[in-house]
């Protein structure tokens, strides 16, 4: 939970650069520029973070496609994805099923390689995109080692929208509508833990819709933090039932817990 | 919601032991104040009922300028939420709380907002199947399909085709008359001797045989009867607008739905079971089921059925993974795939397809030579007896059965062996208890007997365990295992059979297995046993739904629904021509080839709704030929959203409402203790064009168009009172609304949000004073059940004790002697009344089996599609966009398949593996393989909902437009054209002649490589 590491590209500059101005200086100047404004302290008494409990996921990928409606993201993009494998030898078989949403990362990899600083973590712990200052050069893709991100080309599901995808998404607030040559259409999408819920006191869509109940959210921060979809405190999920987080040795730091 | 959560927890007290915890509220992000968030404002949201599968959830609909933005779970409801919140919580409290659904709900507003959807009438303007239309006025329609004629002159080959209109057809107007023909054609089917009686009843009405369709046979009924009614997917409400149409005005009793290719034998048995002894001998078995408590049991045998894929999974899947997170629930699962239901058991047991029943009576016999039944409950011989148990129902375990099949009977009484003495006895007798020893066989009165327990021991003792253990293809140890942990809970376990059970030839009697194990333990109406579904009721209370000028529909429906002997087609010989299905109805896939063959008679029209036979059924290929046959079928009318995989091949095609633009009342399921009534209602303007109808402004929907058929016809009970759906649909919800307590009338706050929420819909649909009128002195009740979507009882209202609240109470038979009085119409062999496994077979009783080299094909479902309607849905695509052909890696080495190659399925009854469709060519029937651990070696299976080759996945003229497909849609595979057809009958899958069902796991195919 170090939130001013030295070195961090979210610290290392606060000169605003738009995304034009930033196109203009040419892509060789990237590893220079790199940097903006959006740099907060990490509040204390706030920290977002989900607890899934993988013996309860089912494989349903209701989280999936309630975040792409509730997000309003275009083909291909999907920022809570089910993975499934299957193991074992007949008829000695298991089969599991494990949702990913973004990490939320307290030591984020994607935020130290944005060369404009659009992607940053907020004091709520939640890693968010500044659609205004993404240039989509999609090195956040690539460091990114959840493949939590995706880039939105401007694909649609119908040809003349229907009349859902003609409604502006209300990702963090801004109520954009997806239209040629503008935000968010070329840059980069990702989970933002629906924050634009959060900020009304609602917990994420994923969360809500989960059939199974195994997707468990609340604030990491409070000490007696209970799960803001079903009221499971979070603290006991955590000690009375074993846990992992992905990746765990590369060090990010996620906020995302399975429930083994 | 701090009230609603101090409330849950003062409740949850009361319970004593609810695992669920209350709810904490997220607290506001430091960041983002000032966000404008309105989706979950009470104004703009209503709450309707998903219709992405029959599960039918609950749902909140939230609206931004009248376009639907975001679905979710309603919190009011069983079905969304664990547990749901009060019924009295107000609106805007409840729009803060959100429930869960699946994948299809939260895609729902894409199958609503289809760029394919029909807005106008569209009539046939080339060959049947040939895609060509033109799009023609709503009311030229009507009038053309009342007065008929030459109607498709314009088409080569069809320049003289003289079409019967509905008017023609409707040749009985008469209530009278046909109350007396009715009476009359009754007497025929009692009387011994048939040819008098018909004579006697040509005399009497002989100045109306004309009438008839056939006055040989008077009880073929009147020429009314050949106007033929199919549905799909129907609910309340609509049904009895519907049938208002079909049966009261038009006086057809050909009204059919399509329950056999769902879980038909599975419904029937439960009618068998249900059956009670009346002063009339055996009457009102309900067409029903029963399913497990999930939220109480300790153990469940999930049987051919996945819960949290396939089997109303948002209602049943959070009780169960609660229950297995928490130690209290322990689950096994008979499958030959490993589904995800199994990838949660403690037992995965991938039995044989079609052997259930073997593996259900290897288990019986264990049990029962084990003693571990309930010998308590089952002893108990009739209601006294049961209520001095404490036990809502009982059964026939103990009755004695004579060799002949019958109970034997002392006077009007029923007969048990008590302490070694015949006691009779009444089963309804309340005050007198009555028992009976349970494994007597012997003689009473020089009769061989046996009780109904012994016959179903004698059943389960012709194989040892370890033989029932082969004939599935498991160890006998699992027979052994499931039995013992079935038989090691009390009352809290449940046997919870579905699909897998009921679709084969033999699955009447695979029901009857599995409901006879749940028996044994006697667990009907206990917590974590087998329960029923409850509902609020639609069709009286404030509003009587009868029609009181309606014409009275008789004689013989298309399905023969009797018994063959009764009637006047039987001549002493078997087989019949078709079968003859005297223990079911709705027996869908007999429908189209009954008539192609004109038996019993020949059919003049059709109108199809929300279904597709052609897709749906197994060798649906042999329905398809019948819908492209104008000998079969001179008029076809179907109702769709689309142009579908039947519809296609329809003269015309009246544009229907999608599930968030209409009315129905979706009902419950078996394993939902609450009593509830659930409401769709509209939330969207409708995308249909608007006509007008008996002077009233509305959407075309097939209400639209009965209306205006009724207008020009002169329909009784139409007009007047009933001038628009909507007329009809609120006094069905002033029904739910007072059906008990009545439900609190809506405050003033609750009908200003009524109003607003609705701003966006157009006076063709919402118009305030006309629904105000509609609902009378009811209104401000029937707010508060549209506001909730319905009406759902309060979480804790469920319990009694032990109990559940909402109970079947009363007799279950484990011997169902209703049934062994009748016979099978194609050998002339009495059916058997007890539990017991048959050999798969053809309709001649034929053994019909796997050769070597065959794979057993089967089909299982994903949660994010349903059968028929769902391809067209690109976010549930995106999940997957085409199936596969699953096979065990076994038999991936075996046949040197990998994954990803492609493969055509072929069969006997199909070598070519093509989809022939009639007029539009053929269509292999190719898949990509997925060689998988889970799966049983020697099956294959793949999801329902691929492979579709219209819907929107193929190109149509309209108008002389082309209308390009987007092959997308019609991506995977659909493999039902390779299930075996009936050897002997030819046009039609195999079917269990008893409960009805089709059969679609007993094929044997073939995977061949593509190049």
Redesign the interface.
């Known amino acids: 939970m170090d939130e001013n590491r030295p070195g961090d590209p979210a610290t290392a500059a606060d000169t605003p650069v738009d995304r034009r101005t930033f196109l203009a200086a040419g892509a060789a100047a990237v590893a220079a520029v790199a940097g903006c404004g959006h740099v907060?302290p990490r509040?204390p008494?706030?920290r977002?973070g989900m607890i899934i409990?993988l013996?309860?996921c089912?494989?349903?990928?209701?989280c999936?496609?309630?975040c792409?409606?509730?997000n309003h993201t275009p083909?291909g993009v999907?920022y809570n994805v089910v993975m499934e494998e299957?193991t074992?030898?007949?008829?000695h078989?298991?089969?599991?099923?494990l949702p990913r949403p973004c990490m939320q990362c307290a030591v984020p990899s994607c935020t130290q390689v944005c060369p404009t600083g659009a992607t940053w973590s907020?004091?709520?712990g939640i890693v968010a995109v500044d659609y205004d200052k993404c240039i989509g050069c999609r090195y956040c893709i690539a460091a990114c080692p959840y493949g939590a991100r995706s880039f939105d080309f401007g694909d649609t599901?119908?040809?003349?929208l229907?009349?859902?995808e003609?409604?502006p998404s209300?990702e963090?607030?801004e109520?954009r509508s997806r239209e040629k040559g503008s935000s968010p259409i070329g840059n980069v999408r990702k989970c933002t833990f629906c924050?634009?819920?959060?900020?009304?006191?609602?917990?994420p869509?994923c969360a809500?819709?989960?059939?199974?109940?195994?997707i468990h959210?609340?604030?990491f921060a409070?000490p007696d933090?209970?799960?803001?979809?079903?009221?499971?405190?979070l603290r006991e999920l955590l000690a009375t039932r074993g846990h992992m987080r992905l990746k765990e040795e590369l060090g990010n730091e996620p906020s995302v817990y399975y429930l083994t | 919601m701090k009230n609603s959560r101090r409330k849950f927890l003062k409740d949850a007290a009361l319970l004593g032991a609810t695992p669920?915890?209350?709810?904490?509220?997220?607290?506001?992000?430091?960041?983002?104040?000032?966000?404008?968030?309105h989706?979950?404002d009470p104004d703009k949201m209503i709450f309707s009922v998903c219709l992405g599968c029959n599960t039918g959830c609950p749902t909140k609909l939230k609206i931004?300028?009248?376009?639907?933005?975001?679905?979710?779970?309603s919190p009011y409801t069983p079905w969304t939420r664990?547990p749901h919140v009060a019924y009295a919580t107000p609106l805007a409290e409840a729009a803060?709380l959100?429930?869960?659904?699946?994948?299809k709900?939260?895609?729902g507003?894409?199958t609503v907002?289809?760029?394919y959807r029909l807005r106008k009438v569209l009539k046939r303007d080339g060959p049947r199947g040939s895609m060509r239309w033109k799009t023609i006025d709503f009311h030229q329609a009507v009038n053309e399909i009342v007065d008929g004629g030459r109607l498709f002159a314009n088409l080569p080959g069809e320049e003289s085709r003289e079409v019967e209109g509905l008017k023609a057809l409707r040749a009985l107007r008469e209530p009278k008359l046909a109350d007396e023909m009715s009476k009359a054609v009754a007497e025929i089917w009692k009387s011994a001797d048939k040819k008098t009686a018909v004579a006697a009843f040509r005399e009497k009405f002989k100045d109306h045989l004309h009438l008839l369709i056939d006055p040989e046979h008077p009880d073929f009924g009147p020429k009314n009867n050949q106007f033929l009614w199919i549905h799909g997917r129907l609910k309340g409400g609509r049904s009895e607008f519907f049938k208002r149409f079909v049966q009261d005005g038009l006086g057809s009793a050909n009204f059919h739905g399509h329950t056999t290719v769902c879980q038909g034998s599975l419904y029937f048995a439960g009618k068998a079971m249900s059956e009670q002894w009346t002063k009339d001998g055996w009457a009102g078995g309900e067409k029903f089921f029963w399913q497990a408590d999930q939220s109480g049991a300790e153990f469940i045998i999930f049987v051919g059925s996945s819960p949290?894929?396939a089997n109303y999974?948002?209602l049943r899947?959070?009780n169960i993974?609660?229950g297995?997170?928490s130690g209290r629930l322990k689950i096994a699962v008979v499958d030959p795939r490993?589904s995800?239901?199994?990838?949660?058991a403690w037992k995965?047991i991938?039995a044989r397809p079609g052997t259930e029943g073997a593996l259900a009576l290897g288990m019986i016999r264990w049990i029962l030579e084990n003693g571990r039944h309930d010998v308590r409950y089952l002893s108990n011989a009739n209601k006294a007896a049961a209520a001095a148990d404490g036990e809502p129902t009982w059964s026939n375990a103990c009755w004695l059965v004579k060799e002949d099949g019958t109970f034997l009977r002392s006077q009007d009484k029923f007969v048990a062996i008590h302490e070694g003495r015949p006691v009779s006895f009444d089963p309804n007798d309340v005050a007198t208890a009555a028992h009976g020893d349970l494994l007597f066989s012997g003689e009473v009165e020089g009769r061989r007997v046996r009780t109904s327990l012994r016959l179903l021991l004698d059943e389960a003792t012709r194989k040892t365990v370890e033989q029932w253990a082969e004939i599935c293809g498991i160890a006998p140890a699992d027979i052994v295992d499931l039995a013992r942990e079935f038989t090691s809970h009390g009352k809290k376990a449940a046997a919870d059979a579905h699909r897998g059970v009921s679709q084969h030839t033999n699955g009447f009697y695979n029901c009857l297995a599995w409901n006879s194990l749940n028996l044994l333990i006697g667990n009907y109406d206990w917590r974590g046993g087998m329960v029923k579904a409850s509902t609020y009721k639609t069709t009286a209370g404030a509003f009587d739904f009868a029609n009181p000028d309606r014409l009275k529909t008789f004689g013989l429906g298309l399905l023969r629904e009797r018994k063959f002997e009764e009637t006047t087609l039987f001549d002493g010989v078997y087989p019949a021509k078709r079968p003859w299905f005297p223990n079911a109805t709705d027996i869908y896939q007999e429908l189209l080839p009954s008539a192609g063959s004109a038996y019993p008679y020949p059919v003049k029209a059709l109108l199809l709704y929300m279904g597709t036979p052609g897709y749906s059924l197994p060798a649906g290929n042999t329905q398809l030929r019948v819908l492209a046959d104008l000998k079969s079928l001179p008029l076809f009318v179907a109702s769709d959203i689309v142009i579908g995989e039947s519809s296609m091949y329809a003269d015309y095609i009246i544009p229907d409402l999608a599930f968030y633009e209409r009315w129905e009342f979706h009902g419950s399921h078996p394993n939902n203790i609450w009593k509830v009534q659930p409401v769709r209602q509209p939330v969207i303007a409708p995308l249909t064009e608007t006509v007008t109808v008996f002077g009233e402004p509305m959407p075309i929907s097939l209400e639209a168009f009965m209306l205006a058929v009724a207008e020009r016809m002169k329909l009784p009970g139409f007009g007047g009172e009933l001038r628009r759906p909507e007329d009809f649909y609120l006094r069905g919800v002033a029904n739910i609304a007072v059906d008990g307590t009545p439900v609190a009338e809506a405050s003033d706050e609750e009908l200003a949000l009524f109003e607003k929420a609705r701003r966006h819909l157009p006076p063709s649909v919402f118009d305030l004073a006309k629904w105000k009128a509609a609902a009378g002195p009811h209104w401000k009740r029937v707010v508060t059940v549209l506001n909730r979507g319905g009406r759902y009882e309060d979480y804790e209202k469920a319990f009694d004790g032990a109990l559940v609240k909402n109970r079947y109470g009363k007799q279950i038979n484990l011997y169902c002697e209703k049934v062994a009085k009748t016979k099978d119409s194609m050998t002339g062999k009495p059916l058997g009344g007890v539990a017991a496994w048959l050999p798969i077979s053809d309709s001649l009783g034929r053994p019909f089996g796997m050769k070597d080299g065959d794979l057993h094909l089967i089909t299982h479902r994903e949660?994010?599609q349903t059968k028929s309607r769902t391809a067209g849905n690109?976010?549930?695509r995106?999940?997957q966009p085409e199936n596969s052909l699953l096979v065990?890696?076994?038999d991936a080495r075996r046949l040197g398949l990998r994954t990803g190659d492609r493969v055509r399925v072929v069969s006997d009854s199909n070598p070519e593996g093509v989809w022939d469709l009639p007029n539009s060519g053929k269509r292999p029937m190719i898949g990509r393989v997925q060689a998988?651990?889970?799966?049983?070696?020697g099956v294959v299976s793949f999801s329902l909902g691929h492979g579709h080759w219209a819907y929107g996945a193929c190109d149509a003229w309209i108008d002389g437009s082309l209308v390009p497909g987007d092959p997308l849609r019609g991506a995977g595979v659909h493999a039902n054209a390779a299930m075996a057809t009936d050897p002997h009958l030819k046009d039609v899958c195999l079917q269990d002649l008893v409960g009805g069902s089709v059969s679609f796991y007993d094929s044997p195919v073939r995977l061949v490589k593509e190049p």
């Open positions: 907060q509040d008494s706030v977002w409990d013996r309860r089912v494989g349903c990928k209701a999936t496609v309630a792409k409606a509730e083909p999907a299957e074992g030898e007949y008829p078989v298991a089969r599991r099923f907020r004091p709520d599901y119908s040809p003349d229907n009349p859902h003609r409604r209300p963090y607030g109520h924050l634009h819920r959060l900020a009304v006191g609602l917990s869509s809500e819709t989960c059939i199974g109940h195994a959210f609340g604030n409070d933090g209970r799960c803001t979809v079903h009221g499971e405190s | 669920m915890l209350a709810r904490a509220e997220a607290p506001a992000a430091s960041e983002g104040a000032g966000i404008e968030y989706r979950n931004e300028e009248g376009t639907i933005v975001k679905i979710d779970g664990v803060r959100e429930g869960a659904i699946c994948p709900g939260q895609a507003m894409m907002y289809d760029p949290f894929e999974p948002p899947t959070p993974t609660e297995l997170t490993f995800k239901t199994a990838a949660k995965w991938p949660i994010f690109p976010w549930l995106e999940l065990s890696v076994r998988i651990q889970g799966m049983r070696p």
